[in-house]
């Protein structure tokens, strides 16, 4: 029996309830079997100056998904990719039996532009937009979204994305949730120095 699982990339540089919050409301409005968290090892959209090692961002991801329908997974390090478009086309070849819808905030499709061979991306899968404040507008009128915009499907039939053809592009709303790694990382610089993974930690609870 197919699978349907939706894939989110980032750093995750920490992970947060923003991020677990987003990932289940995409589960249950897209019908997943589950989500991963492609953990990145560096995104080359983003500043090298304050990223946590990978370690310390896996664990995070990986506490946060704790009891949820949720992966956090390194297998961007393990695949040795460094752009989505080469990680997508190795997870359909390797998981030729599962079908995979890549979700973004509208943060990513503003810049979208900018991702390196955007348009193969965008016919590898489909694709699902999550709303966020402040970016909706940029999203909307984002280079990328001129090409994107014939492919549109309405979000009352986002449960039927396993059966589009592609590119196919969701915009999905749910209600907000306001918390900013940016703002985790002011308030506690060092966190990567004390977060323990739970899947290697002899300590952990069942």
Known sequence: MTRRVG?????????????????LAAIRALELDEAWWLVSPG?????????APLPARLASARRMAR??????????????????????????????????????GADNLAQ???WRQWRTIARTMPIAVVARPGYDARALAAPAMAWLRRFRRPAC???????????????LRFRPDTTSATQL??????????????????????
């Open 7 to 23: 894939l989110l990339g980032g750093s995750f540089n920490p992970a947060h309830r923003g991020h677990r919050h987003v990932t």
């Open 43 to 51: 995104n080359p959209l983003k500043p090298v100056a304050g990223m």
């Open 67 to 104: 009891r949820a329908p949720i992966r956090a997974t390194d297998i961007e390090a393990r695949l040795r990719t460094r752009y989505t478009v080469d990680t997508l086309r190795a997870l359909v070849r390797r998981y030729p039996r599962i079908r995979f819808v890549w979700i973004m």
């Open 112 to 114: 979208f532009d900018r």
């Open 157 to 171: 039939q986002s449960g039927d994305w396993a059966e589009w053809s592609v590119p196919a592009l969701v915009l």
């Open 185 to 206: 990382r002011a308030q506690d610089p060092d966190w990567h120095r004390h977060v323990d993974d739970p899947i290697s930690s002899p300590n952990r609870q069942s």
